[in-house]
């Protein structure tokens, strides 16, 4: 058999750039395995002794609450935040490429443009209108704007917008000469048809929602109610000396999730992004 010697030095490119990228997981994994003062104090990769006890002290590192609480709590930010952000962008999306209604060019070119806005300058004024509805230390700040299209929004509802606008319109001339109207051709035709935009809509938004740290820092307050991010940041406010051995143990089982979620669903979620891109 005739070897490809082109081939086979890219597949070693490939392969050297995966490490390389990867590296900081693999520090990650050997540090949750060592001794606290040898993570810093040593610079050999392997631990001198395997320290798995890293793991269940990390887990159980503080004594009301394991981290079982605080991942439960990020699943249900998560899975809310998620239904609430498909919900809003679908029908947003569908709206903007499929209707004609007052003012939409001009409706449309507001929404792009608040992409450039950044979400720092929101802080004071969201902070002060959670406050005055009595949602400040619960959820429905982190939960509640999904369903508006809030956080990040305008780009999924762009994607979402290229990705319907991709669509035949006679499926929907069709379904009008079926008898249905636009919510029936939005349930019947469109929405089966966006399930890659989706996808990639609702991996986003789980990647973001799960990592986010400073709207769950604003607005949870209950030690109770604290999800991986805020649990991850009490490991920093001991008084004692840090364990950085469970510390790194639980930062690498909060990444875990994300991960399987990106292995599993990396086909579908390519090609959300290729016909987003295409299509238009």
Avoid at 138 to 155: D, H, M, R, T
């Amino acid at each position: 058999m005739k070897i490809n010697k082109r081939m086979i030095t890219r597949y070693l490119f490939l392969t050297i750039f995966m490490i390389v990228l990867i590296y900081p997981v693999i520090w990650m994994f050997f540090s949750s395995l060592k001794q606290p003062q040898e993570i810093f104090g040593t610079t050999s990769l392997l631990p001198s002794e395997w320290m798995w006890n890293n793991y269940a002290d990390g887990w159980n590192a503080f004594s009301r609450y394991s981290f079982g609480v605080f991942f439960f709590n990020s699943f249900k930010v998560v899975a809310f935040t998620v239904i609430g952000t498909i919900i809003s962008t679908t029908m947003a999306g569908y709206a903007f490429a499929r209707l004609n209604f007052p003012f939409k060019n001009i409706l449309f070119s507001i929404l792009m443009g608040t992409i450039m806005l950044p979400q720092q300058i929101l802080i004071i004024q969201r902070y002060s209108l959670f406050s005055r509805l009595g949602w400040v230390n619960s959820y429905l700040p982190l939960i509640i704007p999904a369903f508006a299209a809030q956080f990040s929004g305008a780009f999924f509802i762009f994607l979402m917008i290229q990705f319907v606008r991709g669509l035949p319109k006679e499926l929907d001339e069709a379904a009008i000469i079926d008898g249905c109207g636009h919510f029936g051709i939005f349930y019947y035709i469109i929405l089966p048809n966006l399930k890659p935009a989706i996808f990639s809509i609702a991996l986003f938004t789980t990647i973001w929602s799960w990592n986010d740290f400073m709207n769950q820092l604003l607005y949870i307050n209950d030690v109770g109610k604290f999800t991986i991010s805020l649990g991850l940041r009490m490991f920093l406010d001991n008084v004692a000396a840090v364990n950085w051995g469970a510390f790194f143990a639980m930062s690498l089982l909060s990444i875990l999730p994300i991960m399987i979620l990106f292995f599993i669903g990396q086909r579908f979620f390519i090609e959300g992004i290729a016909t987003t891109g295409i299509k238009g």
